[in-house]
């Protein structure tokens, strides 16, 4: 039997979900769905500039397995760039910080070390 997926610890969610060619009708066979996981992932890594094992210890989760997310998000990022198919983020296994918490079971969580704290893709500080 096979392990139980682990929720991964995801800082906020992403303000817009929906990204895509805006000259281009909408087709639904040209989508490509991103998870919030494999979104948490490009954010931390390419944008924050984590390592993959401070990207892991961030999510709480191993670096395979954030090496395996990476991998497969930006496969999804190139096919929509590639192909001019529309990016949608949602959906997978993860644990949003709340509000309340101060702190992220592996450390500060980067955005709340910011003073910024995202709940269901709200920025509540403004």
Same mark, same amino acid.
């Given at each position: 039997?096979?392990?139980?997926?682990?929720?991964?610890?995801?800082?906020?969610?992403?303000?817009?979900?929906?990204?895509?060619?805006?000259?281009d009708?909408?087709?639904?066979?040209?989508?490509?769905?991103?998870?919030?996981?494999?979104?948490?992932?490009?954010?931390?890594?390419?944008?924050?500039?984590?390592?993959?094992?401070?990207?892991?210890?961030?999510? +709480?989760?191993a $670096?395979?397995?954030?090496? @395996?997310?990476?991998?497969?998000? !930006? &496969?999804?990022?190139?096919?929509?760039?590639?192909?001019?198919?529309?990016?949608?983020?949602?959906?997978?296994?993860?644990?949003?910080?709340? +509000?309340?918490? $101060?702190?992220?079971?592996? @450390?500060?969580?980067?955005?709340? !070390? &910011?003073?910024?704290?995202?709940?269901?893709?709200?920025?509540?500080?403004?």
């Amino acid at each position: 039997m096979a392990r139980p997926r682990k929720c991964r610890k995801v800082c906020c969610l992403p303000k817009n979900d929906i990204y895509g060619p805006l000259n281009d009708p909408v087709n639904e066979d040209h989508f490509v769905t991103m998870t919030i996981d494999e979104y948490e992932t490009i954010r931390l890594i390419d944008l924050e500039g984590f390592t993959q094992e401070e990207c892991a210890s961030q999510m +709480n989760i191993a $670096r395979t397995t954030v090496q @395996g997310i990476y991998n497969d998000a !930006r &496969r999804k990022l190139a096919d929509s760039l590639v192909n001019g198919k529309v990016l949608k983020i949602k959906g997978g296994d993860y644990k949003l910080c709340s +509000n309340s918490e $101060r702190f992220c079971d592996s @450390g500060e969580c980067c955005i709340h !070390r &910011r003073g910024r704290s995202f709940i269901e893709g709200e920025d509540k500080d403004g």
